[in-house]
């Protein structure tokens, strides 16, 4: 595994978003299929299903859109499913946590650059900047390369 997707950025590809477009100029030139972990394909399915459920319609149209494209996406090897070090990246994330000399981000962006930095990633794709920030300070190069 050598980039990794963040769940912000990874919905951008499924979804349409203000970042989808840059997102999609990035991605093209990742070789594929693009590794995920088991806990990026959690992420997106269970924010789709529960898109599912809302009241408002348009929501659940977008979810259904967006649901079948990532099936689309999984039956052509876009992404393909990869096993991670999730004991490391744990402890990662949680000696990140315990360093930080401010109010630590919501764990998930504590948690993704782990998880990218633990699988020995060379590229950290992301919008958030908190996790931008850790992925950095870890080593990976950051995709897009500003915000």
Known sequence: MTHYLDLGFLLCLVTKAPGSAVAWEVTRTL???IPITGLQAMQVENGLRKRFFQRDAKAQAVAAKAWGLW??????????LEPAPWDAAFALARSWNER???EPP????????????????THFL???PESRVL???AGLKLLPAKL
């Open 71 to 80: 099936e689309f996406y999984k039956g052509e090897m876009v992404f393909a």
């Open 135 to 137: 992925a950095a300070a």
């Open 100 to 102: 930080l000399t401010n």
């Open 126 to 128: 992301s919008f958030q």
């Open 106 to 121: 919501a764990s998930t962006f504590l948690l993704h650059p782990a998880v990218a930095a633990a699988c020995g990633c």
């Open 31 to 33: 070789a594929q299929p």
